[in-house]
Nanobody
């Protein structure tokens, strides 16, 4: 059974940085799409960034391009999201998700991902 556990969420001021982590267990394939989504109160869940482990290709939402970086420690199966220049609009619950055996599709769609973590809260104050 695939399990994903996020950590690193916190409350920060605008302009600050955070690094989220997602530890994966139970993945039997080394080729999968790994992604970060977020959901703000009263809004739909949206894709933030994703990375295909096989070739390292990444996609980012326009709202985070140039500020967020998705990366991965493949050996440890830990997914990261480095978030810089945080804005109040980045406030949300952040979730990691995986899509084993398949590459990433763009635009990101949460229905593509069968496995999800429980989320970690990021709050950015102005």
């Amino acid at each position: 059974q695939v399990q994903l556990v996020e950590s690193g969420g916190d409350s920060v001021q605008a302009g600050g940085s955070l690094r989220l982590s997602c530890a994966a267990s139970g993945l039997t394939s080394n080729s999968y799409c790994a992604a970060w989504f977020r959901q703000a109160p009263g809004k739909e869940r949206e894709g933030v960034a994703q990375r295909y482990t096989w070739n390292g290709i990444t996609h980012y939402a326009d709202s985070v391009k140039g500020r967020f970086t998705i990366s991965q420690d493949s050996a440890k199966k830990i997914l990261y999201l480095q978030m810089n220049s945080l804005e109040p609009e980045d406030t949300a619950m952040y979730y990691c998700a995986t899509r084993p055996y398949y590459g990433c599709r763009f635009p990101m769609a949460e229905t593509d991902f069968p496995y999800w973590g429980q989320g970690t809260q990021v709050t950015v104050s102005s």
